[in-house]
């Protein structure tokens, strides 16, 4: 047990300062309108710009164009550039695929997609989702087939954020409809480029832009093709498993926090914040302050407490608490602060309520992204709770009927 | 805590802790069965097994080694009253704890005569008045409700600004409760007092005193949700209807999940809080009262769910489930109505930005 506060040496110190720096510099005010305006996820300038430093990759060596940086610098840089606003959306599924094209890609497409995507001139996108699919992903009906050294692509991906901006999209398909629901899939790194392929931009109320993209009669070379034939499973799942285990138990230092849904407290933190500003400082007609108001200190302090409670669940269990401690946290402070806290981040009046506003509207995709927490909940009573598995029909073969 | 500050967070035992951990799991699970703790009803004590227990040095461990003591951590209490809370065990643990180290730290200049040695051994027992004396409701007088207290021969009390142990020679009559624990009216006015420490270091003494028996009671009721947990799951897993286990339906299995999140999110956060307690009491400020209002709502809500999982059954008092229903309460209230502890987070919270 060690919570104590991690002592930086000079040098990490002076790495500190120059994040500091990097963030002054790039994200400026006009970045963080522009990511307001488009919710893309993603600034192409910024982006260029971590490219630069090596911090696309920050792990790695600097001759794979990385920055070689230990892990205490790379969650100094994480917990900076996160806090600053940067939109990192793109930033995290590229680096999601990279393990895939790390592992799976011949040598060939690993050489040429690796070093562009530590330079930030190539981006990825997760073509998992499919429009009458949800969260079982296994149940994906984009075909491929082979047409001797290529493959034909037919079908459409839903939430694929930020394919606007990528190069490719890590695509599965199913290439053998005869075989179990698992394992009929193979994975492809599509180039986006690519003739047949169409974009169409989504919104959310949450202010995000995402994606439906349609893939119609798509060729691409056998060459982009992650792992065998019909293995897609195993490689869709071995990055995301790699990334659930991260920093759990055994790990020698672990810094900042175990749950897995961690970045969901952020906006909640930020709208806690602006709460707690506005009930210090804003006077009631009979001159006394919401502070003094006991009943509003009760429900700030149960945000608190399922804030502090989002933030430290571990694994699974916290990307279900964090993100139900946003969703009921944001809710709570939205009524708190009254009809001003309805009012968008740049009316007048609005000065402290709009990051309740954004928190309150961003909160109810954290119940979904990467899994809904109904997901998360039927993993955690199977694989924690060691409770039998549901016996549906669709659960572990296709049970519809596609060309 | 600013939560973007640099920070370990590192909730994993040493060696030494798993074995402290597992050596009070392997006594509790041999001595204290859910018949022991039957038997041990209405009062809510059993004198053997808390002799038992002092023996293994649980009494003691707590206190610093002038005293007679191993020194050991708040947070390797914390892990005995953990194992504790999960067996229900009849024993005032969590209250001699709290009450005997403040007696510790308190005596370090007078010693009260023999009370340091008796409370090592665990052969009186001691316990904490849960408010400042005669700050209760109208007409208690300086009647107070003790947890622990119809077993204790000593109350620690805050009266004034004086730190005060009130003796007496025989424990007051217990008063039964929905807990089942060894509750009992001291007129703290009354019997032999001792003042032990004044002023800001008296009102230090008592409210380290009242956090660390906060900790520990959560740790207490998160063992015991666990454990409480871990009965339904074992029932749902066998219980079969319409030809499946009752478990693989998500009716069934996403409420028992909820449970899961809240135990291993409740364990953390007495965990940090403890350890911060321990080592940087400012920062503790809002996090001692979150763990515990967090743990509470979580047995409250982790023993209804484990009950209702088990119907009618569980509603019943042969199960073993209903043992850990009224204790979720019977401790959680103890020290006062939990809402007071969410306002102190806020309150903590607040004093940044006045």
């Not at chain 2, 204290?32 to 002799?51: F, N, Q």
């Not at chain 2, 600004?161 to 009559?173: H, R």
């Not at chain 2, 999140?261 to 809080?273: C, D, F, L, Y």
Request: hydrophobic share 45%; net charge negative.
């Amino acid at each position: 047990m060690d919570f104590s506060r991690v002592r930086l040496d000079t040098e990490q110190q002076e790495f500190l300062a120059e994040v500091r720096a990097f963030v002054a510099e790039h994200v400026t005010g006009e970045v963080l309108e522009e990511e307001r305006r488009t919710g893309s996820g993603f600034n192409e300038r910024v982006h260029l710009a971590l490219g630069e430093k090596g911090w696309i990759m920050p792990a790695w060596p600097a001759d794979r164009g990385g920055a070689g940086l230990d892990p205490v610098r790379v969650h100094l840089l994480d917990l900076l550039t996160r806090r600053s606003g940067m939109p990192t959306v793109t930033l995290g599924t590229t680096r999601l695929v990279v393990k895939a094209v790390e592992r799976y890609a011949e040598p060939g497409l690993a050489a040429d997609v690796l070093p562009r995507i530590a330079a930030g001139t190539a981006r990825c996108c997760l073509g998992y989702t499919e429009p009458d699919g949800g969260s079982d992903i296994a149940a994906a009906k984009t075909r491929a087939v082979r047409d001797g050294d290529e493959w034909v692509i037919n079908g459409s991906k839903i939430f694929t954020t930020g394919a606007q901006n990528c190069q490719y999209a890590f695509l599965i398909t199913r290439t053998d409809p005869e075989l179990a629901k698992h394992r009929g899939l193979t994975m492809f790194l599509v180039p986006l480029g690519s003739d047949g392929v169409e974009i169409q931009g989504i919104r959310t109320f949450g202010g995000e832009r995402t994606n439906i993209v349609y893939y119609s009669d798509v060729r691409i070379s056998d060459r982009y093709r992650l792992g065998g034939m019909n293995d897609g499973w195993t490689v869709l799942r071995g990055p995301l498993d790699e990334e659930h285990n991260f920093g759990q138990k055994g790990s020698a230092v672990q810094i900042g926090g175990t749950s897995l849904g961690a970045t969901y407290v952020y906006p909640l933190e930020r709208a806690l914040d602006s709460a707690l500003t506005w009930v210090c400082t804003t006077t009631r007609r009979d001159g006394s302050r919401p502070v003094d108001d006991r009943s509003v200190l009760y429900r700030l302090g149960q945000v608190a407490i399922d804030m502090q409670a989002g933030q430290v669940t571990p694994g699974p269990m916290g990307r279900v608490k964090a993100s139900d401690a946003l969703v009921h946290g944001a809710a709570e402070l939205m009524d708190l602060v009254g009809p001003a806290a309805l009012l968008s981040e740049s009316g007048p009046g609005a000065e402290a309520a709009g990051a309740i506003e954004f928190a309150h509207r961003f909160a109810q995709g954290t119940a979904t992204y990467g899994g809904t927490v109904e997901i998360f909940r039927q993993m955690i009573a199977q694989h924690v709770l060691g409770l039998p598995r549901p016996a549906y029909p669709g659960s572990k073969v296709l049970v519809s009927n596609f060309r | 805590m600013d939560e973007f500050e640099l920070r370990y967070a590192d909730y994993s035992l040493s060696s030494d802790q798993e074995a402290v951990r597992d050596a009070f799991n392997e006594f509790f699970r041999n001595e204290c069965p859910s018949e022991r703790v039957r038997a041990a009803e209405p009062l809510g004590h059993d004198e053997k097994l808390w002799r038992q227990l002092a023996d293994m040095g649980a009494a003691s461990m707590g206190l610093p080694e002038r005293a007679g003591g191993d020194g050991a951590a708040l947070v390797d209490l914390m892990l005995v009253a953990e194992e504790a809370g999960a067996a229900l065990a009849p024993v005032p643990f969590v209250e001699h704890v709290a009450a005997s180290r403040a007696l510790a730290d308190a005596a370090a200049g007078r010693a009260p005569d023999g009370w340091l040695a008796d409370a090592a051994s665990g052969r009186r027992i001691l316990a904490l008045a849960m408010e400042p004396a005669g700050t209760g409701l109208a007409g208690t007088g300086a009647r107070q409700l003790v947890p622990g207290g119809a077993v204790a021969r000593g109350v620690l009390a805050l009266d004034g600004d004086a730190l005060v142990l009130v003796e007496a020679d025989e424990p007051p009559s217990p008063v039964a409760n929905q807990g089942s624990t060894p509750l009992a009216w001291w007129n703290l006015a009354d019997g032999r007092r001792q003042r032990l420490a004044e002023g800001p270091s008296a009102e230090a003494l008592y409210r380290r005193a009242r956090a660390e028996w906060k900790l520990l009671t959560a740790a207490a009721l998160t063992g015991l949700t666990e454990r409480a947990l871990g009965i339904a799951v074992e029932f749902a897993k066998t219980r079969e209807t319409m030809g499946v286990p009752i478990g693989s339906l998500q009716g069934v299995s996403f409420p028992l999940a909820d449970v899961a999140i809240g135990v291993s999110g409740a364990r953390n956060m007495i965990r940090r809080a403890g350890w911060m307690l321990e080592h940087e009491p400012a920062e503790a400020r809002p996090l001692v009262p979150a763990a515990f209002a967090y743990a509470a709502r979580v047995a409250t809500h982790g023993t209804t769910t484990a009950a209702h999982m088990q119907g009618g059954l569980g509603f019943t008092i042969e199960a073993d489930a209903s043992l850990y229903f009224l204790r979720a309460k019977g401790w959680s209230l103890l020290g006062g109505d939990p809402a007071e502890d969410v306002i102190a987070v806020a309150d903590a919270l607040a004093a940044g930005y006045r």
